[in-house]
Structures are given as structure tokens and as C-alpha cells.
């Protein structure tokens, strides 16, 4: 089943704030052996969230995708400035674009990551691949 | 970037590193992130999909290439813009050797605040990310 192109230009609820704590930092930073100074993330940590939010959009059951036949097809991330430990981080996810290609959606998502206030820190543009059923 | 920005030229290559990824890195990556797709961890899940066997997270290797960044800009927190598109997995074996990522980074252009990357990925000589590329603020 395609996607429903009325996807297009839909923004979904805001995720549950999540605390950048220092112990959450430093397990990503070690995690990808990215230098840890004791304050900043390294610029892939908002990954967290805004997957939090793609994990939003695809176990929604109106929006038609299979999980399992979902591929991560490009990320690009735009910063206002760097995650810092005790950022309160939100993500608010949009769908901009969906094109269909040889039967499979192209799903062109950006999550907004703002702190607690709304004040924003970095957007997160992710191209998801729902590839198409094979035939019977 | 830090002082060494002054003397950038656009063209300038920037010092290849070299990560290696084994298994364990993988299932560290997938609790620090909150990815726990199998495709990254079991060899059963990840062939009856297709795959040659257990891959990297595809955000994983970007994490890689982001260390490269902070290394080449001397010290966290002077990326301003990075993005790729995921092209070709990168096949981790189940042994302790793992697999070596590779980053490599080009001066594509320079302006009075901040200077572009054009990164080259690679795993076994084949280029893992499409069109990686990164802004970074000159400090």
C-alpha cells in the first residue's frame, strides 16, 4: 500500500521533552568516541529525538507504513548552535515531501529541535525509503 | 575552525583518520541512541532481509564522520550544517578484527565566518556515504 500523498504538509504533535543529561552525553560521546569537553554534544546526539519523532510518524497507523520496510536514506542536520548538557530537548516532525519511485514512498521528513521554551537549536532533515510490498 | 583556519585554502585536503568498527561498538551505538533495529545486532534478522549480514547503523558511521569534523575544527561544537545520504551499508563481521571506516575531508569553499567540507566515507575502499558534506563555523 502507498503512502497517502494528504501526509504531505502534516506536522505531528511535539515528543515528550528529553533531558540531554551529562550521563547521556557521555554515553554517546563514548559510544562514537567523539571528545566529550563536559558540556557540548557531539552533532549527531539530536538523532535522539528526532528519532523519537520518526518513530512517531511510522508506527502511526493512519499514515500506512510497514516498519519493517523502512530504510534511513539520508539525514542532514542544520545547527543554531550545539546541544548542551541540561538542554531540555522537543522535537516536532513534518512531513515536506513524498514522492513515489519504482513503487517505493520517499518520505522527506524535518523535525524541528527546540529547547523546552521553544527557543530552536537544530532542525533535522531525514529522507525515509518505505519500500513497495513485493508482489505476491 | 580553529588557527589552522587562517591558512585554508579551498582544495586543501584535510588529515584522513581511520575508525575501526566492531561488533561491540555497535550494540554501545544502539543503547546510547535508542536504535535497536536487529539489522544492527543479529546476523539472522539481518540476512532474511537481504542483507550480507549485521551492518553498521547507517547514523553511526555520520557519528564517525562528525568525530572526523571535531578533530579537524579542534575541539566540539563548531559544526554548523552536516548531512549525507546512506548508500551502501557497512558490513561489520562477528570477529575482533571488525571493519575500518575511513573520512576524509576536502576544503570545498571558505567565507569569512565559516568553512565547507566535502567528506569522502569509505569502508574497504568503496565510498559508504553519498555526498557527504559539512559547514563549519571558523573560530
Known amino acids: ?136 | 575552525m580553529s588557527n589552522p583556519a587562517s591558512t585554508l585554502s579551498p582544495g586543501d585536503t584535510l588529515a584522513t583518520q581511520s575508525f575501526r568498527v566492531t561488533r561491540a561498538d555497535l550494540v554501545r551505538y544502539a543503547g546510547a541512541s535508542g536504535d535497536f533495529n536487529p539489522i544492527h545486532w543479529s546476523d539472522r534478522v539481518a540476512t532474511s532481509v537481504g542483507l550480507p549480514g549485521v551492518i553498521a547503523h547507517g547514523m553511526f558511521t555520520m557519528a564517525l564522520a562528525a568525530r572526523a569534523l571535531d578533530t579537524w575544527a579542534g575541539a566540539p561544537g563548531r559544526v554548523r550544517e552536516v548531512g549525507c545520504k546512506f548508500t551502501k551499508p557497512v558490513v561489520v563481521p562477528d570477529d575482533d578484527e571488525g571493519v575500518e571506516v575511513q573520512v576524509a575531508g576536502t576544503v570545498a569553499n571558505l567565507t569569512e565566518d565559516a568553512v565547507h567540507i566535502s567528506l569522502e566515507v569509505t569502508c574497504n575502499g568503496e565510498k559508504v556515504l553519498g555526498a557527504p558534506k559539512a559547514v563549519l563555523v571558523r573560530g
Not at chain 1, 557531539?42 to 508506527?59: G, K, Q, R, S
Open chain 1, 1 to 136: 500500500m502507498a503512502v497517502d500523498t494528504a501526509l504531505v504538509g502534516r506536522t505531528f504533535p511535539p515528543t515528550e521533552p528529553y533531558t540531554a543529561t551529562r550521563e547521556k552525553v557521555l554515553e554517546f560521546a563514548r559510544a562514537t568516541g567523539s571528545e566529550f569537553d563536559g558540556h557540548t554534544a557531539p552533532a549527531t546526539f539530536p538523532i535522539v529525538v528526532a528519532f523519537a519523532a520518526m518513530t512517531a510518524l511510522m508506527e502511526d497507523p493512519d499514515v500506512g507504513i510497514a516498519l519493517h520496510r523502512v530504510v534511513h536514506g539520508e539525514q542532514r542536520f542544520t545547527y543554531t548552535r550545539p546541544v548542551v548538557v541540561g538542554d531540555r530537548l522537543v522535537a516536532t516532525l513534518s512531513v515536506d515531501s513524498l514522492r513515489q519511485i519504482g513503487g517505493a514512498d520517499i518520505i522527506g521528513t524535518r523535525s524541528e529541535i527546540t529547547d523546552e521554551s521553544g527557543e530552536p537549536i537544530c532542525t533535522a532533515y531525514a529522507t525515509l525509503v518505505h519500500r513497495a510490498e513485493e508482489p505476491a
